[in-house]
């Protein structure tokens, strides 16, 4: 009788906050940064010459991921991979990137991850950078997609609305104009300036062309940040479940920290756009506990690649080195070209101050996503999405989550990591020209073979190559890499 007691008020104790749970499912935020590297953050790099005091805090209050990667080296792979679980590769984008006039990527059945959370009575936010291909009304059908044959004033027939956001605030690549929705802001007609172009800004190197009156590089984080913390505060307000996909066009190329965040760092105006981004974070943090909803929020900070190659000039100018001391920079299949931050928060759930060696990827946020919500994932969905929650409850794993990691680089090469090895399915893992002053302080070994063997462990700056003397892990990892390149999930 006793033991029936118990029971019954163990039930009653349990049952209100079960009922919480299932009336409050938690509120998720993922903010992609684009082109920072591992070591950019000085919670990652003790000899980072980059402030981040939001990110670090971040870190304190959740779990750091020290050895999470990027699906590919470069932007528009990496966006699909997280926004579906799979990797790019198995798409019809084999190398490189969408430009501002592709077609979109995301196939028109493929489930994506805010599209499984709208299906579960979420709303989807997206803010900022989206890369993955637009659809236009054009004024001339068999003209070329360019701003001036763009009708403006029609509504876009595909934007991210339908890959599942119910919201979102943009970029309308072609050109430099903000998109809400389906339509934009101001049309975009008048030709870009680019001989007047402030000094403390670097670059652009895309979208070159035209821009809506007014436009100006400075402008889009705090419009970003603003959209967000006001589809943050308006989704709280009316006790909706959100996803917020923050995805700025920082720290890459156009570099452009407004005023307040100029000398900031002793790492340059990249330097200082990193802090901006810092403090972009820390405003949108603001907002969620304002907003009441940060006990009850995960957020993940990660970003789309490693550190662009003008890194390489920041080790000589300022002794900053964005992959933390790793060979390779975006674009490459080394360690720097794909090694990201990661950092999730998710108060209850998340111990303070933990950290995972665990090896994950972008593409496992999906996977992870589903299994907070009890989503079942079918088989031909998110295939190469693991669940990363028992490493986010600090669980005691016996196997590593992931059978292997592939790599992929901007020329479409492959490399894949399996514990402490990886192989490079080239000659070379580099995508860009790598200093020799680098090299020599990295102290790497030529060779003349033509794959590349690793052991991360015991070289974790990937200088001397062990195919030659290990051709049996060599083997191996490549009998898993024709695998899942010949089709199949790797989940």
């Given at each position: 009788m006793k033991s029936i007691i118990l029971r019954l008020l163990l039930l009653c104790a349990i049952l209100p906050f079960a009922t919480l749970a299932a009336e409050q499912p938690p509120n998720i935020v993922v903010i992609l940064a684009d082109d920072l590297g591992y070591g950019d953050l000085s919670g990652n790099n003790p000899d980072s010459k980059i402030p981040t005091p939001v990110l670090d805090r971040l870190a304190d209050e959740g779990m750091n991921f020290t050895d999470a990667h990027s699906p590919s080296g470069v932007?528009?792979?990496?966006?699909?991979?997280?926004?579906?679980?799979?990797?790019?590769?198995?798409?019809?984008?084999k190398r490189g990137v969408l430009n501002g006039a592709s077609a979109p990527l995301i196939e028109p059945d493929r489930l994506t991850l805010p599209a499984m959370l709208a299906s579960r009575g979420y709303v989807t936010g997206h803010f900022g950078k989206w890369h993955l291909g637009r659809r236009w009304h054009l004024k001339d059908p068999d003209g070329k997609i360019t701003p001036p044959n763009i009708d403006w004033?029609?509504?876009?027939?595909?934007?991210?609305?339908?890959?599942?956001?119910?919201?979102?605030?943009?970029?309308?690549?072609?050109?430099?104009?903000?998109?809400?929705n389906r339509m934009v802001s101001a049309e975009p007609t008048e030709p870009?300036?680019?001989?007047?172009?402030?000094?403390?800004?670097v670059g652009p190197n895309n979208n070159k062309g035209f821009q809506q009156p007014g436009f100006t590089f400075e402008q889009m984080i705090p419009n970003w940040v603003a959209k967000t913390k006001a589809f943050i505060a308006r989704s709280a307000a009316a006790k909706k479940p959100f996803f917020a996909y923050f995805a700025p066009i920082c720290p890459h190329r156009p570099i452009n920290p407004n005023q307040e965040f100029q000398g900031k760092s002793d790492c340059g105006v990249f330097g200082d756009f990193v802090c901006e981004l810092d403090a972009a974070v820390g405003s949108i943090l603001d907002q969620l506990k304002a907003s009441g909803v940060d006990q009850n929020t995960l957020v993940v900070f990660t970003a789309d690649n490693g550190a662009e190659n003008?890194?390489?000039?920041?080790?000589?100018?300022?002794?900053?080195?964005?992959?933390?001391?790793?060979?390779?920079?975006?674009?490459?299949?080394?360690?720097?070209?794909?090694?990201?931050?990661?950092?999730?928060?998710?108060?209850?759930?998340?111990?303070?101050?933990?950290?995972?060696?665990?090896?994950?990827?972008?593409?496992?946020?999906?996977?992870?996503?589903?299994?907070?919500?009890?989503?079942?994932?079918?088989?031909?969905?998110?295939?190469?999405?693991?669940n990363l929650l028992p490493a986010l409850r600090s669980e005691k794993l016996t196997t590593p989550i992931r059978e292997a990691t592939v790599h992929h680089?901007?020329?479409?090469?492959?490399?894949?990591?399996?514990?402490?090895?990886?192989?490079?399915?080239?000659?070379?893992?580099?995508?860009?020209r790598e200093p020799d002053s680098v090299l020599k302080t990295l102290g790497?070994?030529?060779?003349?073979?033509?794959?590349?063997?690793?052991?991360?462990?015991?070289?974790?700056?990937?200088?001397?190559?062990?195919?030659?003397?290990?051709?049996?892990?060599?083997?191996?990892?490549?009998?898993?890499?024709?695998?899942?390149?010949?089709?199949?999930?790797?989940?």
């Open positions: 932007c528009t792979p990496t966006r699909y991979g997280l926004l579906t679980g799979r990797y790019c590769w198995r798409t019809h984008l004033t029609r509504p876009a027939p595909y934007c991210p609305l339908d890959a599942g956001f119910t919201y979102s605030f943009a970029l309308a690549q072609p050109a430099w104009a903000f998109m809400e870009f300036d680019f001989t007047h172009i402030p000094s403390h800004i003008n890194a390489y000039g920041h080790i000589a100018t300022y002794d900053h080195w964005s992959s933390g001391g790793l060979r390779g920079c975006k674009r490459d299949l080394y360690e720097g070209g794909h090694r990201v931050p990661f950092i999730a928060r998710w108060p209850g759930q998340i111990r303070l101050g933990s950290e995972s060696d665990e090896i994950v990827c972008l593409t496992d946020i999906m996977a992870t996503v589903a299994a907070i919500i009890d989503y079942p994932l079918p088989a031909n969905a998110a295939e190469d999405s693991y680089s901007a020329r479409g090469t492959f490399a894949i990591r399996q514990g402490d090895w990886v192989y490079i399915d080239a000659p070379s893992g580099a995508n860009n790497v070994k030529p060779h003349d073979q033509q794959t590349e063997l690793f052991n991360l462990r015991t070289d974790p700056r990937q200088t001397t190559n062990l195919i030659a003397e290990r051709p049996d892990q060599a083997e191996r990892l490549l009998a898993i890499l024709d695998r899942y390149r010949a089709g199949a999930p790797s989940r």
